[in-house]
């Protein structure tokens, strides 16, 4: 038996590097124990298994649940598309507002939630105080809003 020969020498491997992933983030560390606790598995299975294959394996074993938990991790990841979170202007295109103002020459401001913002009418339509509008569109840092049907 070799001095690896030992199949808990690679479980104990492999939950020091899974308990090391608690303190070191970084993923990698994770998978790199699920490899180590594989070739354990395999090892107390076959006990005589050369330290030149275990080390084959270990690689094999290594690789293929890193790629695994990467493939994990890319099914769990949340879709990023229609999620207002870091849009900036961009999340309120779509919402209603009220002018804060009348329009003057299309130019005016809106209210939305507990702020002011600069905004344009489409078409040079008539806005006045109170009136409720739809956010269109951004250009630069105004807001292109039509008016609403009342």
């Known amino acids: 038996m ?5 199949y808990w020498y690679w479980f104990a491997a492999g939950a020091a590097l899974i308990g090391l992933e608690a303190v ?19 090892l107390s299975l076959l006990p005589d298994l050369p330290t030149g294959v275990q080390m084959v394996v270990f690689a094999i074993a290594m690789s293929g649940s ?17 999620a207002p979170l ?5 999340g309120f295109i779509g919402r209603t507002a009220v002018a804060s103002a009348d329009f003057v020459h299309g130019v005016g401001r809106i ?3 507990d702020s002011t913002y600069p905004a344009m ?5 008539v806005i006045t105080k109170d009136e409720p509008v739809r956010i269109v569109c ?4 105004s807001f292109i809003v039509e008016k609403l049907d009342s």
Do not use: C, H
């Open 121 to 125: 009418t489409q078409a040079g339509a």
């Open 138 to 141: 951004r250009e630069q840092a």
């Open 24 to 42: 070191v983030p970084g993923v990698m560390l994770l998978w790199m124990g699920v490899g180590a606790v594989l070739v354990g598995a395999l």
């Open 66 to 82: 890193v790629g695994g938990g990467f493939l994990i991790q890319r099914k769990r990841r949340a879709p990023t598309e229609g």
């Open 2 to 6: 070799s001095v690896l020969g030992a």
């Open 86 to 90: 870091n849009q900036g202007l961009d």
């Open 111 to 113: 209210y939305l939630e």
